[in-house]
């Protein structure tokens, strides 16, 4: 069984530019979840979908972050503008469906500079 | 007052000693505990879950669950330095509504 597909694994980019990441959960799962992880802490949720509806974004910077997953299956993250602070490892995880044990993808390590 | 809370790292044991992590987590409503395993610079690797009070053994780990303390552990029987990685604590449910909430990890380093 394929496990969670994420890309690009590496993205260097300057303040104030966009970038988008991209994520394919394993086969059937209807929950997706993206989570942020700074240097020495741990994962911490941004947005989490069921099927292609938004279940808990209260974390989410909504004025530079967005996500989408419109057929219920793979999803987008997007940052406009980048900060510097946005510098993490970007995390999709999912799972058969919500409370279910999450699995994660490989994670975008994203440098702002 | 962190949500889920780790016992501070490094930790550091000698080969073959019983490794002992620790979470501790406020809410008291909360349903599912994990705890995964994450390499530097690799994603994070489920190792146990546990629902209920108690013990719960899968080979050299066993997760110990104390709702009433609002405590959980992973204990590390016979360590290996390939047991070296960053252990994360994760609590699901309660007033969280599923959402999974993290600790900010326990760095295990298991010395030859």
């Known amino acids: 069984e394929a496990g969670v597909a994420q890309s690009p694994r590496y993205k260097i980019i300057e303040k104030r530019q966009s970038v988008a990441f991209w994520c394919n959960p394993i086969s059937g799962h209807a929950t997706l979840y993206w989570y942020q992880q700074i240097l020495g802490q741990g994962p911490k949720l941004l947005i989490q979908f069921q099927n292609n509806g938004v279940v808990d974004d209260s974390q989410l910077p909504k004025d530079r972050f967005s996500a989408e997953r419109l057929k219920g299956v793979d999803s987008t993250l997007k940052i406009q503008p980048a900060k510097l602070e946005d510098s993490a490892v970007y995390l999709c995880?999912?799972?058969?469906?919500?409370?279910?044990?999450?699995?994660f993808g490989p994670g975008t390590r994203l440098t702002v500079l | 007052q962190k949500e889920v809370e780790q016992n501070s790292g490094p930790l550091s044991v000698p080969e073959g000693a019983i490794a002992s992590l620790n979470c501790t987590y406020s809410d008291r409503g909360s349903q599912s505990f994990f705890w995964y395993r994450q390499y530097s610079g690799k994603s994070p690797e489920l190792i146990m879950s546990?629902?209920?009070?108690g013990d719960k053994e899968d080979g050299r780990f066993t997760a110990q669950l104390n709702k009433a303390s609002q405590y959980v552990s992973l204990l590390i029987r016979d360590s290996q330095p390939s047991d070296s990685a960053t252990y994360l604590c994760a609590v699901n449910g309660g007033n969280q509504g599923g959402k999974l909430i993290f600790g900010q990890g326990t760095e295990l380093s298991v010395k030859p």
């Open positions: 995880a999912s799972s058969g469906w919500s409370g279910d044990t999450q699995y």
């Open positions: 546990i629902y209920s009070n």
